[in-house]
């Protein structure tokens, strides 16, 4: 792609001729719901570690747990690259209505009085027998392109859970967060401080009881930076090449006429106007055939229950609907 960029503008530098191939071809990618966006992966949240105690002081943000919670929380088994420090802490008896915190990070060199570092400051009173849940209702996507959820499903149970509330919703039905046992929920909590760009979103009720889910999600893609990188099927390096052309390379040129010569007694609108055509019929070609795949451009491939809200005939319904009861049920889908 850089070849042939150069060949119709040798003057045009290198790494601006990357630049221009990687805003081509982000551009690309959101032009529609491509089928190569679509990713799937495996969500889990195990049961709920409740042994021990553990010690705090107020305004801290350090936890010590003592030999038994060390040792029941050391013993979780978590699917890589999960660690303890991808679960969630509340500092008081079990059921209690106690703030929750994140476990930032996680100190084991000590077996036999782990320390665990909070996100946030201990807004409880000391106490050096407390006790707490451990438990994972915060998910945060291990995708670095991760753009949304389209479906997230607990087969064991086979439910779909539902995705159109956040986590502020839960804040008004929910604000001491005591509802506990099978989320069907998953709502956006928060997105994270940079480096990391990672989104974080909370399962309500919250899973104490230990849930896996299998989900669909979106990705954004990623920019190309390795010689040997490659674009998906379906997409013609010519698309990115004529996007990359008429958009930026031949703009940028014409902006060089007054101060370069060689760049003079070319028709650069001319040129764009071309780009730009090759583009959008490159386009619909990729499209089509991305249809012929996958039909990306039906919309309602799969829903739940029509709210009446949304016009349907049927009231909110603020609970799973399983497999079983659709098929047992007459329903308008």
């Known amino acids: 792609m850089q070849a042939q960029i150069v060949g119709w503008v040798p003057q045009c530098p290198p790494r601006l001729v990357e630049h221009f191939i990687n805003k081509a071809w982000d551009d690309v990618r959101r032009a529609r719901l491509w089928s190569f966006l679509q990713a799937e992966c495996g969500i889990f949240c195990p049961e709920q570690v409740t042994a021990g105690t553990v010690s705090f002081t107020q305004f801290g943000t350090t936890v010590t747990c003592n030999a038994t919670a060390s040792a029941a929380l050391l013993a979780i088994s978590l699917p890589s690259p999960l660690t303890l420090a991808n679960l969630q802490i509340r500092l008081a008896a079990s059921g209690s209505t106690s703030q929750v915190y994140n476990i930032e990070s996680y100190d084991d060199s000590t077996p ?76 956006s909590y928060k997105g994270t401080d940079a480096p990391t760009t990672y989104p974080l979103y909370e399962l309500w009720p919250h899973p104490v009881s230990g849930q896996t889910f299998y989900a ?118």
């Open 112 to 187: 036999t009085a782990v320390v665990l570092t909070l996100d946030r400051i201990i807004m409880a009173e000391t106490d050096a027998t407390s006790g707490y849940q451990v438990y994972r209702c915060y998910i945060r996507p291990t995708s670095l392109d991760f753009l949304a959820w389209q479906s997230v499903v607990d087969m064991n149970n086979g439910y779909n859970v539902q995705l159109d509330r956040t986590s502020t919703a839960f804040d008004v039905w929910d604000p001491q967060r005591m509802s506990q046992g099978m989320a069907y929920y998953l709502g």
């Open 216 to 333: 669909r999600y979106r990705r954004r893609g990623v920019a190309l930076e390795d010689p040997d990188d490659e674009l998906p099927p379906g997409i013609d390096e010519d698309l990115v090449v004529t996007k990359a052309l008429g958009d930026w390379v031949f703009p940028w040129a014409a902006t060089q006429v007054g101060q370069n010569e060689d760049f003079r007694g070319v028709n650069y609108p001319t040129l764009m106007l071309n780009a730009k055509k090759q583009y959008r019929d490159g386009l619909l070609d990729a499209k089509r055939n991305d249809d012929e795949q996958q039909l990306q451009t039906v919309w309602a491939r799969g829903h739940g229950l029509i709210h009446t809200s949304r016009g349907g005939p049927w009231g909110t319904v603020p609970f799973p609907i399983d497999a079983k009861f659709i098929q047992g049920h007459l329903l308008n889908i």
